[in-house]
């Protein structure tokens, strides 16, 4: 299958599966995502040479400014860059037919790789400290173990549409240092480098599908290291304006929180305010849209199912209906330490996230015979002829 040239295999976006396409039909939905000319713009040849010498230039001040460490500035003055590469996962979670791709830039030991990671580390602790933030699914729960349900709480999710590609780069840049300036642990000197550093980032953010070179004009790259960072910033900085004031939520809202761009949300006064909430939320000038999923029965966020009995929250674990059977085979060269350790995780995360003891037999069940299903597959391919 590797050998045909006329399919493409690609991991979907979500639920572990893999995916394989008609190569045509991949290609047009490349082709469709880069012909949005406000987000892309085509270049007439490589410009690596050309943002090398401008990258050395913003290396050289760092280091004769005493910002950047000797260490540092060999770490992001890369010598050799790669081109970084287009792609797309398909998203058979939105349609298994005709699936929208997510588009990503792979950057790995590209012009800006160093740089980029350089950056996590300033926007990262900053990304942390909003009020907002949510790390995981543990998170999740103990977030939701402070919460006594009310008759009149409505359960919500909301998903912000695209946000990689709908961050606009002066703006973008504008919330990180809002909240490098907030946090006051960096001078005006190295805050003001670091803006330029990521600005440098976004406007040299080109790479190569085909034979074409392409410049992504507006957004950040899914794929580039400082990207969940920055664009939790971004998100941050509307929800300064829109969510909390003065450190309290915003009348109505009695939970708000978000793992980048999947918010889990409690709303009290009703549904026909709710809607009204969520109207006045999609006009922003920050060109976020959100996507609402709202219920007082339960709610699916990240790998939970939320739901309420009596004044409690409680759990149980959530799978995509994509979600497919992509456990390491056990005849894979990883460490045996490591490959017996896959059903106790596993099983330890279903615990996790079930209240109930039958909720988690029942999800146990399905795992466990989904590691019978993965070791017969597995046993039948040794035994198939070539």
């Known amino acids: 299958m590797q050998e045909n040239n006329k399919i493409i295999i690609r991991p979907a976006d979500k639920g572990g599966g893999i995916v394989?396409?008609?190569?045509?039909?991949?290609?047009?939905?490349?082709?469709?995502?880069?012909?949005?000319q406000q987000t892309y713009k085509i270049l007439k040849g490589d410009p690596t040479n050309i943002y090398k010498k401008q990258l050395k230039i913003l290396v050289q001040k760092g280091k004769q400014t005493g910002i950047?460490?000797?260490?540092?500035?060999?770490?992001?003055?890369?010598?050799?860059?790669?081109?970084?590469?287009?792609?797309?996962?398909p998203k058979i979670h939105k349609d298994t037919k005709r699936p929208p791709g997510r588009p990503i830039v792979s950057g790995i030991g590209s012009l800006t790789s160093a740089l980029s990671k350089y950056i996590d580390n300033y926007l990262q602790p900053c990304a942390q400290q909003l009020p907002a933030y949510l790390k995981d699914t543990t998170h999740v729960l103990q977030t939701l173990e402070g919460i006594k349900w009310q008759d009149n709480y409505i359960l919500g999710t909301l998903d912000v549409k695209a946000l990689y590609t709908v961050i606009e780069n002066k703006k973008g840049c504008e919330a990180a240092m809002y909240f490098m300036q907030k946090q006051g642990t960096l001078p005006v000197t190295q805050m003001d480098f670091i803006g330029e550093c990521?600005?440098?980032?976004?406007?040299?953010?080109?790479?190569?599908?085909?034979?074409?070179?392409?410049?992504?004009?507006?957004?950040?790259?899914?794929?580039?290291?400082?990207?969940?960072?920055?664009?939790?910033?971004?998100?941050?900085?509307?929800?300064?304006?829109?969510?909390?004031?003065?450190?309290?939520l915003r009348a109505g809202l009695v939970l708000w929180k978000r793992f980048i761009d999947d918010v889990i949300f409690i709303w009290e006064h009703g549904?026909?305010?709710?809607?009204?909430?969520?109207?006045?939320?999609?006009?922003?000038?920050?060109?976020?849209?959100?996507?609402?999923?709202?219920?007082k029965?339960?709610?699916n966020f990240l790998d939970l199912t939320i739901y309420p009995v009596g004044n409690n929250i409680q759990t149980k674990t959530?799978?995509?209906?994509?979600?497919?059977?992509?456990?390491?085979?056990?005849?894979?060269?990883?460490?045996?330490?490591?490959?017996?350790?896959?059903?106790?995780?596993?099983?330890?995360?279903?615990?996790?996230?079930?209240?109930?003891?039958?909720?988690?037999?029942?999800?146990?069940?399905?795992?466990?015979?989904?590691?019978?299903?993965?070791?017969?597959?597995?046993?039948?391919?040794?035994?198939?002829?070539?």
């Open 20 to 36: 394989i396409l008609n190569e045509k039909d991949y290609d047009n939905e490349v082709i469709k995502i880069l012909s949005d």
């Open 68 to 89: 950047l460490t000797k260490q540092e500035a060999e770490f992001i003055d890369i010598k050799h860059p790669k081109t970084a590469v287009f792609y797309q996962n």
């Open 198 to 248: 990521i600005l440098f980032i976004l406007e040299k953010n080109y790479f190569k599908y085909k034979k074409y070179f392409y410049l992504q004009t507006w957004g950040v790259a899914m794929g580039t290291r400082f990207a969940p960072g920055f664009a939790n910033l971004y998100v941050g900085r509307w929800e300064e304006d829109n969510i909390f004031y003065d450190g309290g």
């Open 271 to 295: 549904e026909e305010s709710l809607k009204e909430f969520l109207k006045d939320i999609n006009k922003n000038k920050f060109y976020l849209e959100f996507t609402a999923t709202y219920s």
């Open 297 to 299: 029965r339960e709610i």
């Open 318 to 386: 959530y799978m995509k209906p994509t979600d497919s059977n992509s456990f390491i085979s056990r005849t894979s060269c990883h460490l045996p330490a490591w490959l017996d350790n896959i059903p106790k995780s596993q099983l330890m995360r279903i615990r996790r996230n079930c209240t109930k003891l039958i909720d988690y037999k029942a999800e146990a069940d399905k795992m466990e015979k989904k590691f019978v299903s993965k070791a017969s597959c597995t046993r039948a391919s040794c035994l198939t002829p070539g």
